[in-house]
Nanobody
């Protein structure tokens, strides 16, 4: 049974940095793509970044490129999202997700497995 557990969220001031983590278990993820999404109150879930587990290829929407960096520690089965120059509008619950196959998708419906989310709050 696949489990994704996020951690590392919290309160940070605007302009600051934060790294959230997602520990994956339950299977090998060598043929999986992993992604980060976020959801603010009253808004749809938004694609932040994705990475192929085995090759490490990264994808970002233009709106996230430059301030967000996705990475993974293959040995620790852990996914990371490094965020910098945070803005109040980055406030959201951040979720990690996994899908079979190495293709990335920005549509959350393509991802089968989800974590419970971790709250990131950016104060102005």
């Amino acid at each position: 049974q696949v489990q994704l557990v996020e951690s590392g969220g919290g309160l940070v001031q605007a302009g600051g940095s934060l790294r959230v983590s997602c520990t994956a278990s339950g299977r090998t993820f060598s043929s999986y793509a992993m992604g980060w999404f976020r959801q603010a109150p009253g808004k749809e879930r938004e694609f932040v970044a994705a990475i192929s587990w085995i090759g490490g290829s990264e994808w970002y929407p233009d709106s996230m490129r430059g301030r967000f960096t996705i990475s993974r520690d293959y040995a620790k089965n852990t996914l990371y999202l490094q965020m910098k120059t945070l803005k109040p509008e980055d406030t959201a619950v951040y979720y990690c997700a996994a899908k079979a196959g190495l293709e990335y998708y920005s549509d959350p419906r393509e991802y089968r497995y989800w974590g419970q989310g971790t709250q990131v709050t950016v104060s102005s």
